[in-house]
């Protein structure tokens, strides 16, 4: 049952590539580039994956990001992030991409996109499908998120979507109005990340500031019945990611998880991994730890692949493949 779990076909759809940047990678990619890392070692670094809540995660993922400079890099990065996601039963991935946090260093946003697409393009010959949603930095000055989003205009035939994402309280949705509003009539999905820190309120507002059509995190919905009944009337998919909230302090322990009260209450709940280079798992290793955690039988596992598959943005087409 356990193997099971683990290798369940999916969908992977709360994923930052930047997140799958594992201390080895980080290390070659700092050799190639030239770059500092401020970590002696690969067991340096990995000893520094000790946090206490978003900000303090943030703080190092950010900084980790230096060693990402060239096409080159981002195509290695998700190429090694998709070989790894294959070998788990993954069978589309949507990935995020912080696009501001690298045209601040002055790496190009062709470069960022041709990459990553590049190495969906490879995963595509293995058979898994998948696509990019940008992400805008919601703690971040507005003209940022302007600035990349005009330049992804460009780009949109290789854009799936529109995400939020980075620190969530004191940061609300608002001042993206605009950009979602465009990026919508453009024909783009909209998500955002919402109740992963911030209370019910923060779902609310993605909702109706941006018009997202899935919810990242959302494990702070339960605290709102006019919400959850709202969400669940909707169909609006969570997706959840229990090693991350364990890590960044969310939820106490694995056993504190509102995973099963979440099923219970009829959300459209997925499982996925955030950032899964510094929170200790993948898709599959999140799946097969609630699994275990919550004694998950076979009906429970396959409502979660199967919540995977319709709350993709894959092609009715490739749905009724993936199903
Ligand atoms: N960026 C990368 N991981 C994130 C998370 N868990 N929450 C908000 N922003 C993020
Ligand atoms: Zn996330």
Redesign the pocket.
Known sequence: MTFDAMLLPKAELHL?I??TLEPELAFALAARNGVQLPFASVEELRAAYSFTD?QS??DL?YACMEVLRTREDFRDLAAAYLRRAAAEGVRHAEL?F?AQAHTARGVAFADVMGGLQDALDDAALLGLSGGLIL?FLRDQPIEDAEAVWAEAKGHLDAIIGVGL????VGNPAGKFEGIFAEARALGLHAVA?AG?EGGPEYVWDALRSLGAERI??GIRSLEDPELVRHLVDQRVPLTV?PF?NVR?RAVDTLADHPLPAMLRAGLHVTVNS??PAYFGGYAGENIEAVAEQFALGREELALLARNSVTASFASEERKAELA
């Open positions: 930052h930047e997140g978003l995660f943030l993922y995020f912080d992400s994402d980075s620190a969530e990340h992963e990242d995190h990611c991350s960044l955030d950032d």
